[in-house]
């Protein structure tokens, strides 16, 4: 089972910056794709980013296309969110998720994710 741990949230006023980190344990080969996911308060989760582990492909939703990016480090199991210029709609809890292999469904869906994160706090004020 996969355990992910997310950290790097944080206040910032509007037009800052903040990188969030996600570190695994327990990962395997079937590991397939990591991913951000982030709630407002009454709202639906929504996909933010992922990252393909073989090849380092990304997927960006618009909302965030630009200002947000996704990285990783094979060595030291972590995915990375850069977070740029930042807005106040951009406030919310960010979830860190895993796909494997044997998951489906379309990237922006929480279901097609079956490993998440508890979660971290990402404030903007204006």
């Known amino acids: 089972q996969v355990q992910l741990v997310e950290s790097g949230g944080g206040l910032v006023q509007a037009g800052g910056s903040l990188r969030l980190s996600c570190a695994a344990s327990?990962?395997?080969?079937?590991?397939?794709?990591t991913g951000w996911f982030r709630q407002a308060p009454g709202t639906e989760r929504e996909f933010v980013a992922s990252?393909?582990?073989?090849?380092?492909?990304?997927y960006y939703a618009d909302s965030v296309k630009g200002r947000f990016t996704i990285s990783r480090d094979n060595a030291k199991n972590t995915v990375y969110l850069q977070m740029n210029s930042l807005k106040p709609d951009d406030t919310a809890v960010y979830y860190c998720?895993?796909?494997?292999?044997?998951?489906?469904?379309?990237?922006?869906?929480?279901?097609?994710?079956?490993?998440w994160g508890q979660g971290t706090q990402v404030t903007v004020s204006s």
């Open positions: 327990g990962r395997t080969f079937s590991t397939y794709a």
């Open positions: 990252i393909i582990w073989s090849g380092g492909y990304t």
């Open positions: 998720v895993d796909r494997t292999l044997t998951d489906s469904g379309s990237y922006y869906y929480p279901n097609s994710w079956s490993s």
